[in-house]
């Protein structure tokens, strides 16, 4: 059984930096596509980044030049980078995997595995 589990969020003020972590396991081999989603009170869930098993990664432009995502692969963890935090970053954060190529993109309609997810706080 597929398990993501998320760490890494809490409260920060406005400029400063967090590093979210998600923790897989329960399969064999390697995830097609990993992401981070967030969702904040009364909003849709929206892709923030994410990237395939050959390393490609994109993001929402609102995160362009701020947010990292990356993957350990020998850890089987992946991680978003958070620079520069804005109040409207706050939100639930989210990782999410598949296993079905081709495509990876941040449309969670392609997700099938989800982790319970970490609230971010950003503070003015």
């Known amino acids: 059984q597929v398990q993501l589990v998320e760490s890494g969020g809490g409260s920060v003020q406005a400029g400063g930096s967090l590093r979210l972590s998600c923790a897989a396991s329960g399969y064999s081999g390697s995830m097609y596509c990993m992401a981070w989603f967030r969702q904040a009170p009364g909003k849709e869930r929206e892709g923030v980044a994410v990237?395939?098993?050959?390393?490609?990664?994109t993001y929402a432009d609102s995160v362009k030049g701020r947010f990292t995502i990356s993957v350990d692969a020998a850890k089987n963890t992946l991680y978003l980078r958070m620079n520069s935090l804005k109040p409207e970053d706050t939100a639930m954060y989210y990782c999410?995997?598949?296993?079905?190529?081709?495509?990876?993109?941040?449309?969670?309609?392609?997700?099938?595995?989800w982790g319970q997810g970490t609230q971010v706080t950003v503070s003015s």
């Open positions: 999410a995997a598949h296993r079905r190529p081709p495509f990876c993109s941040p449309s969670r309609y392609r997700f099938n595995y």
């Open positions: 990237i395939g098993s050959a390393g490609s990664t």
